[in-house]
T-cell receptor, first 116, second 113 residues
Framework: EAGVAQSPRYKIIEKRQSVAFWCNPI?????LYWYQQILGQGPKLLIQ????????DSQLPKDRFSAERLKGVDSTLKIQPAKLEDSAVYLC??????????????FGPGTRLLVL | QQQVKQSPQSLIVQKGGISIINCAYE??????FPWYQQFPGKGPALLIA?????SEKKEGRFTISFNKSAKQFSLHIMDSQPGDSATYFC????????????FGQGTELSVKP
């Protein structure tokens, strides 16, 4: 079974530029999560989708971050404009719907973003 | 109330020893407590998880001990091996919040040969 795919793996940009990250979840996983992991900290949920609907985006800085999940499969996370404090690893995870018995979240390798 | 506090921040253990990592939570509505293991350059991977209706769960060398009254849970790694060297995160979630995980700050474990 293929895992969660993310690209790019690394990105370096200057502040005020824009950047986009892509995630392809495990086939059949309806729920998709984007987490931000700052160096030395645990991942923090930014947004959660079930199919193509948003379940939770309470911690997404909506003035600069946006995310979409077209057709309930792939997802993109965008930052515009980026700030220095956005330097982090952006992790995508997927799982079967939370209403089911399986709650394991499967994480991708992440995209490491450095904002200069 | 949504926080999960993890300690220690770093841990050095000799090969064959026992590694113990502790977590504490405040929100009694949490009903699922997983531990994730993360190697450098990789995403976290589920190691073991427990629900509050049991006090202990063991899978191989990994054991979760859960104390509901104290709102604490811990990970024990028996016979620690150099290959266990990684960062470990505890987490918590509640059923009515769609599986959203609240992670602890992480513990960097180093097992010396």
């Amino acid at each position: 079974e293929a895992g969660v795919a993310q690209s790019p793996r690394y990105k370096i940009i200057e502040k005020r530029q824009s950047v986009a990250f892509w995630c392809n979840p495990i086939s059949g996983h309806a729920t998709l999560y984007w987490y931000q992991q700052i160096l030395g900290q645990g991942p923090k949920l930014l947004i959660q989708f079930q199919n193509n609907g948003v379940v939770d985006d309470s911690q997404l800085p909506k003035d600069r971050f946006s995310a979409e999940r077209l057709k309930g499969v792939d997802s993109t996370l965008k930052i515009q404009p980026a700030k220095l404090e956005d330097s982090a690893v952006y992790l995508c995870a997927s799982s079967v719907p939370w209403g089911g018995r399986e709650e394991t979240q499967y994480f991708g390798p992440g995209t490491r973003l450095l904002v200069l | 109330q949504q926080q999960v506090k993890q300690s220690p921040q770093s841990l050095i253990v000799q090969k064959g020893g026992i590694s113990i990592i502790n977590c504490a939570y405040e929100n009694t509505a949490f009903d699922y407590f997983p531990w994730y293991q993360q190697f450098p350059g990789k995403g976290p991977a589920l190691l073991i998880a427990i629900r509050p209706d049991v006090s202990e769960k063991k899978e191989g060398r990994f054991t979760i001990s859960f104390n509901k009254s104290a709102k604490q849970f811990s990970l024990h790694i028996m016979d620690s091996q150099p290959g266990d060297s990684a960062t470990y995160f505890c987490a918590a979630s509640m059923y009515n919040q769609g599986g959203k995980l609240i992670f602890g700050q992480g513990t960097e474990l180093s097992v010396k040969p």
